[in-house]
């Protein structure tokens, strides 16, 4: 359901960016997030598999806070952009992978600086020494960023993710099943990139 309305919100924003002049131009941007995340997560607590042919016990990693190293392309519309994005952290025995779709809208375009506001969704996983965990969320998003050139821009942002992970992998039962109880995690994140136009 949250995927269908964002999708026809994106596409009701591109469709009223035809009605004036449509400058279209491509980013490709990298640099790192630095996520403190706070949830199940916490390296004590326990939860059950459910659906698999050996039942087992899983002990949940502790993550804390970890670094992101974060790409994303961008398709940009005058005050607007739509970014596919990619997210790989590792932290000790444990290993964060996202992979997403980001809407933006930026105030004060075409000026150099711009501030910016949009939401996303993301497909995550975490891997643990017992187990990979797998799901998805949807996140919130503000940012500012500064065009040195019409190739060059640096961007600082804010990100608010909220995974949900129900699903999971293990030695024991390595087709992924479903938790006995769905996981949550929030991560709060501060960003900074490197975004190259075109």
Same mark, same amino acid.
């Given at each position: 359901?949250f995927?269908?309305v964002f999708?026809? @919100?994106?596409?009701?924003?591109?469709?009223?960016?035809?009605e004036?002049?449509?400058?279209?131009?491509?980013? @490709?941007?990298?640099?790192?997030?630095?996520?403190?995340?706070?949830?199940?997560?916490?390296?004590?607590?326990?939860?059950?598999?459910?659906?698999?042919?050996?039942p087992?016990?899983?002990i949940l =990693?502790?993550?804390? @806070?970890?670094?992101v190293?974060?790409?994303?392309?961008?398709?940009?519309?005058?005050?607007?952009s739509?970014?596919?994005n990619?997210?790989?952290?590792?932290?000790?025995?444990?290993?964060?992978?996202?992979?997403?779709?980001?809407?933006?809208?930026?105030?004060?375009?075409?000026?150099p600086?711009?501030?910016?506001?949009?939401?996303?969704?993301?497909?995550?996983?975490?891997?643990?020494?017992?187990?990979?965990?797998?799901g998805?969320?949807?996140?919130?998003?503000?940012?500012?960023?500064?065009?040195?050139?019409?190739?060059f821009?640096?961007?600082?942002?804010?990100?608010?993710?909220?995974?949900?992970?129900?699903?999971?992998?293990?030695d024991?039962? =390595?087709?992924?099943?479903k938790?006995?109880?769905?996981?949550?995690?929030?991560?709060g994140?501060?960003?900074?990139?490197?975004?190259?136009?075109?």
């Amino acid at each position: 359901m949250f995927r269908s309305v964002f999708l026809i @919100f994106l596409l009701a924003q591109f469709l009223h960016a035809f009605e004036d002049e449509w400058v279209r131009k491509h980013v @490709f941007s990298a640099g790192v997030d630095f996520a403190i995340t706070r949830g199940h997560l916490d390296g004590v607590s326990k939860i059950n598999s459910s659906g698999n042919l050996e039942p087992e016990t899983i002990i949940l =990693p502790k993550i804390p @806070f970890f670094l992101v190293y974060a790409f994303d392309l961008r398709a940009l519309a005058n005050e607007h952009s739509v970014g596919l994005n990619f997210g790989y952290a590792p932290h000790g025995d444990s290993k964060y992978l996202r992979y997403g779709l980001e809407y933006q809208y930026h105030f004060f375009w075409p000026e150099p600086f711009r501030m910016g506001t949009g939401i996303g969704y993301d497909f995550s996983s975490v891997r643990s020494s017992e187990a990979i965990f797998s799901g998805n969320g949807p996140h919130a998003v503000l940012s500012a960023q500064y065009y040195f050139t019409e190739n060059f821009a640096v961007e600082s942002a804010i990100r608010y993710r909220l995974l949900h992970l129900n699903q999971v992998a293990t030695d024991l039962n =390595p087709g992924r099943s479903k938790l006995s109880e769905a996981l949550w995690q929030g991560m709060g994140e501060l960003g900074l990139r490197g975004m190259f136009v075109f």
